[in-house]
């Protein structure tokens, strides 16, 4: 079946703009998860949706960072007036339980 | 919160060769320890995973280990062949939590 699905693969912005990134999730899978994952580094965790809960948005960095997830399904995580640090490929990933999680292929974003 | 360490940062073996990679975790509480591989351009896909409950865990050329009272958990991968060439991921989970914790990487290179 398809996978997790994740919109723009490339994006490349000018520092203050804002911008929004897409995560369809495996159909069913209740849990999504966004990350962070910054060259040559580990994966930065940034917020967790689960059902109709509230999210765990413990791991967003500041405020110029949010998402949301519509009707329990596609979420859009967005950056507003980006840094150059914000630069960094934004996983996003599912899972039908607390587990096992089931990555896209991520969305490159380059802030000139 | 957890801090997860993970060594090496590459590794590079002849085809045939086994590879070995290790993972510290610090907090006791963690009981679930994912396995992520990651090709180049695409996302981390789990390979294999272990439960607090179980000292080992093995599937075809692929083994983890798990040591509750060290705190440590590695990945063993026999008669290694190109295409596991990629960088490898290890994690740790707290409980029921939301959040996964997430090792630095290891370049593994598999040399034909």
């Known amino acids: 079946g398809a996978g997790v699905s994740q919109s723009p693969s490339n994006k490349v912005t000018e520092k203050g703009k804002d911008v929004e990134l897409r995560c369809d999730p495996i159909s069913g899978h209740t849990a999504l998860y966004w990350y962070r994952q910054r060259l040559g580094q580990g994966l930065e965790f940034l917020i967790y949706f689960q059902g109709n809960s509230a999210p765990d948005k413990s791991g967003l960095p500041s405020d110029r960072f949010s998402a949301e997830r519509t009707g329990g399904s596609v979420s859009t995580l967005t950056i507003q007036r980006t840094q150059q640090e914000d630069s960094a490929v934004y996983l996003c990933?599912?899972?039908?339980?607390?587990?096992?999680?089931?990555f896209g292929p991520g969305t490159r974003l380059t802030v000139t | 919160g957890e801090n997860v360490e993970q060594h090496p940062s590459t590794l590079s073996v002849q085809e045939g060769d086994s590879a070995v990679i290790k993972c510290t975790y610090s907090d006791s509480a963690s009981n679930y320890f994912p396995w992520y591989k990651q090709e180049l351009g695409k996302g981390p896909q789990l390979i294999i995973d272990?439960?607090?409950?179980?000292g080992e865990k093995k599937d075809q050329r692929i083994a983890v280990t798990l040591n509750k009272t060290a705190k440590h958990f590695s990945l063993h991968i026999t008669e290694t062949q190109p295409e596991d060439s990629a960088v490898y991921f290890c994690a740790a989970s707290i409980g029921f939590g939301n959040q996964f914790y997430f090792g630095t990487g290891t370049s593994l290179t598999v040399i034909p």
């Open positions: 990933a599912s899972s039908p339980r607390r587990r096992e999680q089931y």
């Open positions: 272990i439960r607090s409950n179980v």
